[in-house]
């Protein structure tokens, strides 16, 4: 028995839960939003999250707040949408009147599939087992390299029933005029069968089809919602009056889009309409109209309904559900003040909302519409019950009036002693009197309408200026006086007496309620609670309070931040905002009250938000923010979508750039705050609210990072941005340039020295030719002068020889064998100072010549082997080489004890070659001193540009090699 009531308990929770239709808040899209056109064909959520709206006249993307008519940027094929479709590659496929298109996600950009034949045509795409297929000219075709034709048993409309293994095995598409078929596939992607409905007894025209399993599909019609088995035909007609436009699934129900009854919920178990929405020309927030053409949601339950001429409704089906009274639209073209300054539940259960400057608005017990106005035109301060059958009016300048519910009636009170006004009114629990909260102290209201101020009271505590009371029995109160202190009082007869201090207390109770033992004070400090005697020294949550209300196990808390809910038993704290679906965010003191139905009323700076708390649940679906536009210097970036992007590589002249930063929220995305920071550049985070717009000028070359991010959110949006410096600002141009640097400095060091090189050179060659220009000098004066003295002489001798007895001739001849010395002697000088042949004959002859006499005049054997080629060799490399030649001689008779020596002169590819050996004892380079001879020897070497080795070593004899390149300068200097 306990088994049967538990499963019927069990089913009948079951069936009131399915029957619960969530309250939805409606937000409204048309031509003022930027919508281009208010006749919507297909809905669709991408990949991030966007909604793309095809409407009679464009294309549009949908982010919460801003639409982007995508006709008007973009080279769009045609401007009549009939169907959009995203494909497994995340491109979106797009139908219009003039053929299929596809929107090339990551380059932003539109591709058109031509269809041979046909220069336009209406398409409808729609992707199944891993295909783009399409309804084009009447007929369906699978969409590849070409057109491949499948049926023609089509009117435009398909929809995908059944795939295998990446295959469709079934699909439905429209039929002309009236009824559907049901087509079945082969593997090779052709048609089995098709089977025909509802087109013959039963005949109906199809708007749309919801397949819900392989044998259940649900069918939108003119004769209402149709219930299939697509393989037996079997059907249930569910009539719902007029004609079913639109079908969208949700659990276990259907959203259904009806022909003027508004939208339904359908639960498909119980077969049963468990919800209607429909337009109120009371209610903002319900539909803008009744006849539904689409419906569809996204995977956070955001949900889109299409309104014939009206453009998009769309809510959140697991939003925060906060009605609206009197918002700023509404209080305009009502010519009211929606600034609500006091909110109070009366007996009979009518709202009464004192506003700024449109007098005391009181509300229908629903709260759905104004029932009577009172004080027109005028301030309302404060709404207080003084009493089971009256309310306590205070209006601008401190005029006090008393309300009788009985008799409808407003009477004056003269209450000329409240100067300063009312701060708070609470009821004495003995005799329900008012006692009045006023800067000159506490003040019992009589119902004569005067005032008996509570004198005990007043003088007993610190300072009569009293803003709050709260009772804690019949007998004690808890006496807040104006930022300075909280009290306890205790009842004296007809008046109270202070009893001791609870707490300083640097705030203002603002609002109070009492559950049980505990006292929850809404402060300007925050929420405290107090407790057993004691006020806690930390507040429960941290906000301008300006009032607080119970409503079961939850407190409800007004403040000028939002509204916040706490729960006291496990200290959880929401907070709900315009994000959430509030008006405004700052709410005045006593503007929170509780209906008799358990349902909230608040309001504040900006109208009126009524909700059902049990219907409260806060979602917890992160915002993402997206980077939706780009531009570079002023001028919009279309090189890629900015949605998908993660890198932008700019030139340095390209350094303006420009962002618009938008959370993705359909809920309330002008609200949703958001930071956003440029790493690289902010030193910090910058805050902002809503879809924004941010440029940064003349950014220096560098790399940045730009993050977004959305309040609730810890995932950024990030984009990496690299700025090229030009190229005299970049790493490689300083290396390059020092390398550079660095090269002509070398060149310029080694130009320097081949410079001072060649200077030097130069002076020795002067140098050595002038000495070459004086040994021939002196030798021509030699010759001539010297010469012919010695040779007269000798004549002389010779003649004086004859007349001289033969005993004294022999002197004569000794000085004639002298005199011939002499003049050999002589001969050898003006030889070594100008060889003769050298000038005439040239260096081979003159080598020869010089090894010719020395092996005469010493005995040293010297070999020559002279092979120039007949080149001609100038005169500086002649004397050089002969001179060194000489020089090389000398040494061999000087220090080698030779007796053999080598000489050559080769002409080779690498130059003139000289090459010297002898057999001597050699020496060794690292202990012979460099003296006159080696001296001499490298210069003329060096004069010549040549490169000079001297090969030897002790026991060894020496070898000298001399290589004459044979560019060297072949000038002849002057020595004549």
Request: aromatic share 12%; hydrophobic share 35%; glycine share 8%.
């Amino acid at each position: 028995m306990k088994s049967v009531i538990c499963i019927f308990l069990l089913i009948f929770f079951s069936e009131s839960f399915g029957q619960q239709a969530p309250a939805l808040l409606f937000r409204h899209l048309d031509y003022s939003n930027g919508l281009s056109d208010p006749a919507i064909e297909s809905l669709h959520s991408d990949q991030s999250g966007f909604l793309w709206i095809g409407t009679h006249n464009g294309l549009n993307r949908f982010d919460g707040v801003n639409c982007v008519d995508f006709n008007s940027f973009y080279d769009l094929q045609g401007n009549v949408l009939t169907q959009i479709y995203e494909g497994p590659d995340g491109n979106i496929y797009l139908g219009t009147q003039k053929g299929l298109s596809r929107y090339n996600y990551d380059k932003g950009s539109f591709s058109y599939f031509k269809y041979p034949g046909y220069p336009y045509y209406y398409a409808y795409p729609f992707f199944a087992g891993e295909k783009i297929w399409t309804n084009a000219a009447g007929n369906i075709y699978l969409v590849d390299s070409t057109f491949h034709f499948l049926t023609d048993k089509t009117n435009g409309r398909s929809f995908v029933g059944k795939a295998r293994n990446g295959k469709v095995d079934w699909f439905i598409s429209n039929a002309s005029h009236y009824g559907l078929f049901v087509h079945y596939m082969n593997g090779d992607y052709t048609i089995r069968e098709s089977r025909p409905y509802f087109r013959d007894t039963f005949k109906a025209v199809v708007s749309d089809v919801y397949v819900a399993s392989d044998s259940v599909v649900w069918v939108a019609s003119d004769k209402g919602l149709i219930r299939l088995n697509p393989h037996t035909g079997h059907y249930t007609l569910h009539n719902f009056g007029v004609s079913v436009n639109c079908l969208f699934p949700y659990q276990n129900n259907l959203f259904v889009g009806t022909n003027g009854a508004g939208l339904q919920l359908f639960d498909t178990r119980t077969r049963r309409v468990t919800g209607v929405y429909k337009h109120q020309y009371y209610n903002a927030g319900s539909l803008s109209g009744d006849q539904i053409m689409k419906i569809h949601m996204d995977k956070n339950d955001n949900l889109y309904v299409a309104v014939l001429g009206k453009g998009l409704d769309y809510t959140n089906i697991r939003q925060v559900q906060f009605s609206h009274l009197l918002d700023k639209e509404s209080a305009v073209s009502l010519d009211l003040d929606n600034h609500i300054t006091a909110i109070l539940t009366a007996a009979d259960g009518q709202v009464w909302c004192g506003t700024y400057s449109s007098g005391i608005l009181v509300y229908d017990k629903e709260a759905r519409k104004i029932i009577v106005r009172h004080f027109p035109e005028t301030a309302i301060r404060r709404l207080f019950h003084a009493g089971p059958d009256k309310l306590f009016v205070e209006l601008d300048k401190h005029k006090y009036y008393s309300y009788s519910f009985s008799s409808g009636r407003f009477t004056p009170l003269d209450l000329p002693d409240l100067t300063e006004g009312v701060s708070y009114m609470v009821e004495d629990p003995r005799d329900q009197q008012p006692i009045l909260c006023t800067p000159q102290g506490a003040a019992r209201l009589r119902p004569d309408g005067s005032l008996r101020f509570l004198e005990k009271l007043n003088s007993s505590i610190e300072w009569p200026n009293i803003s709050h009371i709260v009772f804690l029995s019949d007998d004690e109160m808890l006496v807040q006086t104006y930022y300075t202190n909280l009290s306890l009082a205790r009842r004296k007869n007809d008046d109270f007496g202070f009893v001791r201090e609870v707490a300083r207390t640097p705030f203002n109770i603002n609002g109070s309620v009492r559950i049980k033992d505990k006292v929850y004070l809404a402060t300007s400090s925050g929420l405290y609670l107090y407790e057993e005697g004691e006020l806690q020294s930390r507040p429960l949550l941290s906000a301008f309070c300006t009032d607080v209300a119970a409503v079961g196990k939850t407190l409800w808390v007004n403040s000028n931040n939002g509204l916040y809910s706490y729960d006291p038993a496990s200290g959880e704290i929401l907070r709900y905002t315009e994000s959430d679906g509030l008006q405004g965010a700052i709410f005045n003191p006593n503007t929170l009250g509780v209906t008799f139905e358990g349902r909230i009323i608040t309001g504040g700076s900006n109208g009126i938000n009524v909700f059902d708390s049990g219907l409260i649940r806060p979602t917890d679906t992160p915002v993402r923010a997206y980077i939706t536009r780009i531009s570079i210097n002023d001028t919009p970036y279309t090189q890629a979508n900015p949605v998908m992007m993660k890198t932008l590589d700019l030139d340095h002249r390209s350094n303006t750039v420009s962002f618009q930063i938008t959370p993705l929220d359909f809920r309330n995305g002008r609200f949703r705050k958001m930071k956003y920071r440029l790493v690289g550049y902010d030193e910090a985070p910058i805050e902002t609210v809503g879809v924004s717009e941010v440029r940064y000028a003349r950014l220096p070359p560098g790399n940045y990072t730009f993050t977004v991010y959305v309040e609730g959110n810890p995932e950024p949006t990030s984009l990496a941005i690299t700025i090229t410096p030009p190229f005299w600002q970049t790493t490689w141009f300083f290396v390059t340039a020092a390398l550079t640097l660095l090269a002509l400095a070398a060149l310029m060091t080694y130009w320097f020295g081949r410079w001072v090189k060649n200077n030097q050179l130069e002076k020795m060659r002067i140098m050595l030719t002038s000495q070459e220009e004086e040994r021939k000098r002196i030798a021509v004066d030699l010759h001539d002068d010297l010469g012919g003295r010695l040779s007269s002489l000798k004549l002389y001798m010779q003649a004086a020889a004859r007349g001289i007895p033969e005993e004294r001739r022999e002197s004569f001849r000794d000085t004639t064998r002298l005199l011939d010395e002499a003049i050999s002697e002589l001969r050898n000088i003006l030889f070594n100072l100008s060889p003769k042949t050298l000038d005439e004959n040239g260096l081979e002859a003159a080598i020869k010549e010089l090894a010719a006499n020395i092996r005469k005049i010493t005995g040293l054997s010297i070999e020559t082997n002279m092979d120039t080629g007949g080149i001609r060799i100038g005169r500086p490399v002649q004397y050089a080489v002969y001179r060194i030649c000489q020089e090389l001689i000398n040494n061999t008779l000087k220090h080698s004890e030779a007796t053999e020596s080598f000489i050559s002169l080769v002409n080779r590819e690498d130059g003139l070659v000289f090459l010297y050996e002898d057999n001597g004892k050699g020496f060794s380079m690292e202990e012979v001193k460099a003296g006159y001879g080696l001296t001499n020897i490298r210069t003329h070497a060096q004069t010549i540009y040549s490169d000079l080795t001297i090969d030897s070593s002790t026991g060894k004899g020496t070898a000298v090699t001399l290589i004459i390149p044979k560019d060297t300068p072949s000038y002849e200097p002057n020595l004549s």
